[in-house]
């Protein structure tokens, strides 16, 4: 989407728009004292940009200027301030606590352990407020939640989980969509079924 000036974002090749430049000419792109580029101006005086190589990650002040036919160069725009941030986390979130919270047997889970609950809720840190936590089954992406103010998320899933074994694993996304390492699987085992009704018989009759 839209980028102001100042903004931080993960695009290494933004495309910069802009107009009041004399048609035929050309409109000179700087970065810092250095030019990456030149765009010749269309006919209406609209211009647009998006520069061939990659800029590196950091803080980056882009300055336009317009230049005729001859070369001759006006004076530089005001600069529009980015930050580019390609760098995912490097921490993977930490799982504090799972808890079956469904059922006779209720309480706190261990992985590996086997349990009745189809939603259970898992509770975690270590990750930037404000962040994403992404929630995966295997390969499969179940669910995400946000990081609160203090660092901790809780996720409880949306949908039952099918009977059976589930690997669980954690990813933090950053504000601008990087995403970090997985954390452990946490293996949950549902167990949601049942058992069937016991089958009753008559006693033998007494001897004669």
Do not use: C
Request: no cysteine.
């Amino acid at each position: 989407g839209p980028i102001d000036s100042g903004d931080e974002t993960d695009d290494t090749r933004p495309t910069f728009n802009g107009s009041g430049a004399e048609p035929g000419g050309w409109v000179n792109i700087y970065d810092g004292d250095d030019l990456i580029g030149s765009v010749p101006v269309n006919a209406d005086g609209t211009w647009s940009f998006t520069p061939e190589e990659p800029l590196d990650n950091g803080p980056h002040s882009i300055t336009f200027v317009n230049a005729d036919a001859a070369g001759n160069e006006g004076p530089h725009s005001a600069p529009f301030e980015i930050i580019v941030d390609t760098e995912a986390p490097t921490n993977a979130p930490i799982v504090n606590g799972v808890v079956d919270d469904f059922g006779l047997i209720k309480g706190a889970l261990d992985s590996g352990d086997a349990t009745d609950d189809a939603t259970p809720t898992f509770n975690g840190s270590g990750a930037e407020p404000g962040s994403t936590i992404r929630v995966y089954d295997g390969d499969q992406m179940i669910g995400e939640t946000t990081v609160n103010p203090d660092g901790t998320w809780s996720f409880t899933p949306d949908e039952d989980l099918d009977d059976g074994e589930h690997s669980i694993s954690f990813t933090v996304v950053n504000a601008l969509g990087n995403e970090g390492p997985p954390s452990e699987p946490f293996i949950v085992n549902v167990d949601a079924t049942p058992p069937a009704a016991p089958v009753g018989r008559s006693p033998p009759p007494p001897p004669p």
